[in-house]
């Protein structure tokens, strides 16, 4: 069971939040965890971040542009630097992914306000102080492939090969994120939004953008069609795809697509490698049930030809037996 700080009665007595009632909320995949507030009728939540493994200032620092901008992140309602504690607006419980599980006829219907509000997030560029989603962090992250996956599958590849196929790749990718500058917020899936009692886009609460970066706006598009916690069926996908590109005015649809594919892939090589280290190093198996699911999205981006050098890479040292295959018994567990 998760036991809050030491530190934040005292913290919560600063802000009028004295005697208040803290029960464990949920962790995630970092070191960053939530705990709920309780004091009569007002309830909060509070992020516990705690140094030097994280830092809240840049979760509160894109917090604040989304709401400038009209879109609903948590208020930030107190801050203690220098224990990692954060008190924020309470979004409640109705997260996206139970409520379509609970009622799937809403499923339609959500995702087309998640494709609109990226859309309307793309209207504007990043920050000037957001570092950009460029060659070195996308590099940084396809790497862990190697690093972790590999390893644990028992496979031998070649390193440079595979980060030479996928500068290949991302070239033009790369090209158009820095000169688009869009908030990319990475991690936008059914699991990071919250359902309000709120008009139009701001029906969706925002949460988990604490790693945002200026990148291509077709970035969380792909982190919410190619979900790794909750099938997203391909006719989903094509739907949602399309209601952007046609609401958006993409002027070339085509290269768009296999932007869109290029960053699929390069997204769900990282959650491979990731999810491998949650395992290995962090102990949390529990992440490898995902991992079928994140090998057939990656599957059917390597099958765009504008990932063809990638999929070569693939085919030679990634054998089916070491892809989905791999992981099935996890699932079942």
């Not at 979760?59 to 992140?73: D, H, K, M, Q, T």
């Not at 799937?104 to 990226?118: F, H, K, N, R």
């Not at 496979?155 to 033009?172: K, P, S």
């Not at 962090?282 to 999929?311: C, I, T």
Request: with cysteine; aromatic share 10%.
């Amino acid at each position: 069971m998760m036991i809050p700080p030491d530190t934040a009665p005292q913290f919560l007595a600063s802000l009028g939040w004295g005697g208040a009632e803290i029960r464990p909320l949920a962790g995630d995949a970092s070191f960053r965890r939530y705990f709920r507030v309780h004091l009569g009728e007002r309830v909060a939540v509070l992020m516990d971040a705690p140094p030097p493994h994280e830092d809240p200032r840049p979760f509160i620092a894109i917090a604040n542009v989304l709401r400038e901008r009209g879109f609903s992140a948590p208020e930030i309602l107190g801050v203690d630097l220098d224990h990692g504690l954060v008190l924020l607006e309470d979004f409640g419980d109705r997260l996206v992914r139970p409520v379509i599980d609970q009622t799937p006829t809403s499923e339609t219907g959500i995702y087309e306000v998640a494709c609109d509000l990226l859309g309307a997030l793309a209207a504007a560029p990043a920050p000037k102080d957001v570092a950009p989603y460029d060659d070195a962090v996308m590099l940084r992250e396809v790497n862990l492939f190697p690093e972790y996956y590999a390893p644990a599958t028992g496979l031998a590849v070649d390193a440079a090969a595979f980060e030479a196929a996928w500068r290949t790749c991302w070239a033009e990718v790369e090209a158009v994120a820095l000169a688009e500058r869009t908030l990319v917020l990475r991690d936008y899936h059914a699991e990071n939004m919250i359902l309000l009692d709120r008009p139009g886009l701001r029906q969706l609460g925002l949460l988990d953008f604490q790693d945002a970066l200026a990148g291509h706006r077709a970035y969380d598009l792909v982190s919410l069609l190619k979900d790794a916690r909750r099938d997203v069926l391909p006719a989903l996908e094509e739907a949602m795809l399309a209601r952007y590109i046609a609401a958006n005015n993409i002027a070339d649809e085509a290269a768009f697509r296999a932007h869109y594919a290029v960053l699929g892939a390069q997204r769900n090589t990282k959650i491979l490698g990731i999810f491998t280290r949650l395992w290995k190093r962090d102990g949390k198996p529990h992440y490898l049930s995902f991992q079928p699911r994140v090998w057939a999205y990656l599957e059917r981006d390597l099958a765009h030809p504008a990932l063809a050098p990638v999929k070569a890479w693939f085919d030679l040292y990634v054998p089916e037996a070491a892809r989905a295959a791999y992981w099935q018994e996890h699932v079942a567990a």
